[in-house]
């Protein structure tokens, strides 16, 4: 059997709780069927005066995916990124990569890429969910072009971010996707009654669900506004809001309590451990992402695993994601107006009884690009190897 090739990863893993986490571990477990690999993981991911929410720790007492890691880098501390790429320089990978969402890492990920062997330098490339993030300034442009300068070419997420890298960067991008998050479904049955009577709805109610972090460019108050118009045609719909709020809360309560709709809004204004993540989809019929901006997102491929429809808005990925009107309908702008339309015109695909849980799961069958990740990463090695004329004769990938 030929030698398996060696990756090494850097980026958060468990037991930080946000959604580079879940992906990395998704990925590093996909990976390893096929490749030797290794996940770095931060000592210090944040500062805490930077972080907007509770806490930076997955409190979950039933983590849903993990996969092992080396906890070894601290995001400020330049000795931490000298001793990282030690360790790698150690260990000779034949690929890094490295995760990059923030320009917040820009000098970290800049620090490690430049303590590397020349020889290793040649073999990095960067996994970008985003290249500048939703609220970004000048000082983020700038960090973004310092942390991503020694990419020998990207793996982006979305086909936005393809764009937007090669026009900044110049240099070979390949493209991937999010996996669908289908591990939170327990086989226990959904029992949809019983939890919308948790959240005081009824049996007969259409809930619509927003979940996951809340921040301006979510567009949660747009939101609130299409589903106070709704609400004026039809008693039996209702809204659940799940997620820590990482901005005031104050001005979506206010908007709620103006728009008359207290009785059919249920908020919950925290971080959802893993093992209560199903409660919240299994009691809804519809998620909904108003989003302002976006890439793609964690929370559609949330949906889809539990095999339920979705309404997004038409920006980055999101609406290339949607068959519609089989999975779901994209509302054509971020605004209150084009939201309500296309929950409106749920509602009628639901009063029809659109098979959305079958179509989800034919669409998955023939549209999860993410099973040929391990695909892409080989072409990403014969790149590299083409590319690095001093390498000898790269050993080949192990087919499984």
């Not at 030698?3 to 930080?16: A, F, R």
């Not at 209702?238 to 001005?251: A, H, M, N, Q």
């Not at 004329?389 to 192990?398: G, I, L």
Request: glycine share 4%; with cysteine; charged share 25%.
């Amino acid at each position: 059997m030929a030698e398996q090739l060696k990756i090494i990863i850097i980026g958060p893993g468990y037991p930080y709780r946000n959604g580079q986490s879940v992906y990395l571990s998704s990925l590093c477990n996909q990976l390893s069927s096929e490749f030797k690999v290794e996940l770095i993981n931060y000592t210090l991911l944040y500062p805490k005066f930077l972080f907007p929410g509770s806490t930076q720790y997955d409190e979950s007492k039933d983590r849903k995916i993990t996969f092992p890691n080396k906890r070894m880098l601290n995001s400020l501390n330049p000795l931490s990124w000298i001793k990282t790429a030690q360790y790698i320089n150690a260990r000779k990978p034949d690929l890094i990569a490295i995760d990059w969402w923030h320009p917040f890492f820009g000098l970290c990920n800049r620090g490690i890429t430049l303590w590397l062997h020349k020889k290793l330098k040649r073999k990095v490339i960067f996994i970008t969910e985003n290249v500048i993030s939703h609220e970004a300034n000048k000082l983020d442009r700038i960090l973004t072009k310092i942390g991503l300068k020694n990419a020998k070419c990207f793996l982006a997420l979305s086909e936005a971010v393809e764009k937007q890298l090669y026009s900044l960067f110049k240099k070979k991008v390949f493209r991937s996707v999010l996996p669908i998050y289908d591990f939170y479904k327990s086989a226990v049955p959904d029992n949809t009654k019983q939890l919308k009577e948790k959240f005081n709805f009824q049996e007969n109610d259409i809930v619509f669900l927003f979940f996951g972090l809340i921040r301006k460019y979510k567009g949660l108050d747009l939101l609130i506004e299409a589903f106070a118009r709704l609400r004026k045609t039809n008693s039996s719909v209702k809204l659940l809001i799940v997620g820590e709020f990482y901005e005031p809360s104050e001005p979506y309560f206010d908007l709620i309590k103006k728009q008359h709709i207290e009785d059919a809004v249920h908020i919950e204004n925290r971080y959802v451990p893993d093992e209560q993540v199903e409660q919240y989809f299994n009691a809804s019929d519809c998620v909904v992402l108003p989003y302002r901006s976006a890439t793609q997102s964690g929370i559609l491929s949330m949906a889809y695993g539990f095999r339920k429809p979705v309404v997004v808005t038409h920006v980055g990925e999101l609406a290339a994601l949607v068959q519609v009107p089989k999975t779901g309908l994209v509302a054509a702008t971020p605004t209150t107006e084009a939201i309500y339309k296309s929950m409106a015109e749920f509602l009628k695909l639901h009063a029809a009884k659109t098979p959305f849980k079958e179509n989800i799961a034919s669409y998955l069958t023939e549209k999860d690009e993410f099973k040929k990740v391990n695909n892409v990463f080989r072409e990403i090695l014969t790149f590299l190897n083409k590319n690095n004329p001093e390498d000898k004769e790269p050993k080949k990938p192990v087919q499984n």
